[in-house]
């Protein structure tokens, strides 16, 4: 009902702010379709959200309790939404905003919630770890290639990688849309990974829906993934397309044409590249033989190359040297040892027999050959021997005469 006022008799604004408020109370709960642009999470038990309208210019200020939104699952910002929604006056300023009461993810942002709570599944057993990544083969052997046979993105990888480098190929076609693609590509991943001269597998599509590439985010393709033994490169799509295989894979190329670059390198870069190695390894075995012609030169400039023999002189002259010494230590330790000899041959002949013999004595020997040296070794008649110093006398024995010892 409508209040009665005039410029004489005005409402109070209290007044008029209540009447809306119980209007606006009036309303009770109403379902709208929206889009979710802004979340604005706190640590309080109130969240605040901003809604738009999907077609007309209009927003609204909405607020939700932590568990509401808790229990929408994840909600990305720009979500389509269907929320239960009633409608407050705040007597304060006046603003009108909105209470949520039960969310609910609606079209592709319900396919993105449920994406984005396997992801979290796939993600907290550690399939996306980067230490699971694999290093892909410089020049791989052969490629294997999943991908949808004549398609626009066969024909991007095809044609890219043959203008880049001369490879083979091994394609496993596969549905890439519909309910059986990813059935269809588990098996022909297993196909190539089961293969032992494949390198390398991309599997690739063009770009499209989220619903077209959902076989690329399904938990058994991902998993499939995973447990492969060769490299793995994603090319789903364009760029702006990140289907959860693009997490698992050891490589994501954001198109096919960008994968076809990434598992072969250029040839024309790659023979630049080692023209320019060989002309630097010239370069350095030049200067390196020059370093040793100078090297050399040098060494053939030093005397003892200009003439082998010029050292001989000085060494010669200090042999020489060492031989005059060598033989005036000879000579004089000859003459030592000659004088030696002659002193020992003088104290020798002094005391030999011989000089006694000379000097006027006489050795007495009796007829058995035994020395007489002694009046008792001889009786009167014995015959004895006189050795002289120039002969020998036989003597006969006629008395014996013993000296008186006393005197």
Known sequence: MAMNSSAEEPQPLGRVVMAVKDWVGRLGEIWVDAQVIEIKRRSGPTQFLTFRDRIADVSASVTASALVLDAAGPLPEGSRVTARLRPRLWDRNSSLSFECLEIRVAGEGRLLARLEQLKRKLQAEGLFEPHRKRRLPFIPR????????????ERDVLTNVENRWPARFRIAYATVQGPHAAESVMLALQRLDADPEVDVIIIARGGGSLEDLLAFSD?????????????????????????????????RASTPTDAAKRVVPDFHQEAEVVSQARHRLDGALANRLDVAQRWLDDVRTRPVLLDPTSTFGAHLDKLELLRHRLASGIEQRLRHEESDLR?????????????????????LVDGGGQSVSSVGDAHPGTRINAYLADGQLELDVVGVTEEDSNG
Do not use: C, N
């Open 219 to 251: 938990e058994g393709v991902v998993r499939a993934v995973a447990e492969a033994t060769t490299p793995v490169v994603s090319a789903i799509g364009h760029e702006q397309d990140v289907p959860l295989l693009d997490f698992v894979a050891d490589l």
């Open 142 to 153: 052969t490629i294997g290639l999943v991908t949808g046979k004549g398609s626009d993105a």
């Open 343 to 363: 002193s020992a041959i003088s104290s020798i002949r002094a005391m030999s027999p011989k000089a006694t013999l000379e000097r006027g004595y006489a050795v």
